[in-house]
């Protein structure tokens, strides 16, 4: 079955600085992707969700990169401030999956020092 | 804004002990789930319901039994608790079963310590 895997599953950056985290997948299916965020004792809030033919998808303060051909799936947050300081997590599922066939990277959790 | 609501917050238990969490959406959803996310942080899909009825079981032990009432209801009773049953278990609902895969919208979790 699909496997994801996610870097780094630390990160501590200074006020102003990128953040990178990466997810690999292995299900050459994988069709839809998805960036959430949950902060400290809160729910996951849903960051992104990126289709199969988007490569180049920008946020708010954030881009979401997808190499289908590498099976990677990146978040870039862009001068990153304290307000950042959260757990992400990617998820992936294929074409008609819903959320059951979700399935989660590992977790990458961001600190932003000021 | 807060629209899937769990209670309790959290819950301290002894082993064997039964335990039951509650969780109610307002967002009309056809589809709620119930995740368990261990001490690392990693997420795995228990349950998931599809109006009222059983979608999804993954391998959970017996002693899990999810319930629902109606559409926006999905709890999650534990008989007879173990250690390793300690983790944070989060609701979540969504609004589509099949061919888009809709957000997840999820609640804040029910953090169980079993002693």
């Known amino acids: 079955g699909e496997q994801v895997e996610q870097r780094p599953p630390h990160l501590s950056v200074r006020e102003g600085d990128s953040a990178f985290i990466t997810c690999t997948y292995t299900?050459?299916?994988?069709?839809?992707f998805f960036w959430y965020k949950q902060e400290p004792g809160a729910s996951l809030q849903l960051l992104m969700k990126?289709?199969?033919?988007?490569e180049i998808n920008e946020g708010q303060g954030f881009t979401v990169l997808l190499n289908k051909k590498d099976k990677r799936l990146s978040l870039n947050l862009t001068a990153a401030h304290p307000g950042d300081s959260a757990a992400y997590f990617c998820?992936?599922?294929?074409?008609?999956?819903?959320?059951?066939?979700?399935?989660f990277g590992t977790g990458t959790l961001l600190s932003v020092k000021p | 804004e807060t629209a899937v609501f769990q209670t309790p917050n959290y819950h301290v238990t002894q082993v064997g002990n039964e335990v039951s969490f509650n969780c109610k959406q307002t967002?009309?959803?056809?589809?709620m789930y119930w995740y368990k996310q261990d001490s690392k942080k990693l997420l795995k899909i228990m349950f998931s319901?599809?109006?009222?009825?059983?979608?999804v079981n993954e391998t959970v032990p017996r002693r899990f039994s999810p319930q629902s009432s109606d559409k926006a209801h999905l709890n999650l009773r534990i008989k007879s608790v173990e250690p390793e049953d300690s983790a944070v278990y989060l609701c979540?609902?969504?609004?589509?079963?099949?061919?888009?895969?809709?957000?997840?919208?999820f609640g804040s979790g029910t953090r169980l310590t079993v002693l």
């Open positions: 967002l009309g959803h056809d589809t």
């Open positions: 998820a992936v599922t294929r074409y008609g999956g819903s959320g059951n066939k979700l399935i």
């Open positions: 979540a609902s969504s609004d589509d079963w099949g061919g888009s895969a809709e957000t997840l919208y």
């Open positions: 990126v289709f199969s033919s988007t």
């Open positions: 319901y599809n109006n009222k009825q059983l979608i």
């Open positions: 299900d050459p299916n994988s069709y839809y």
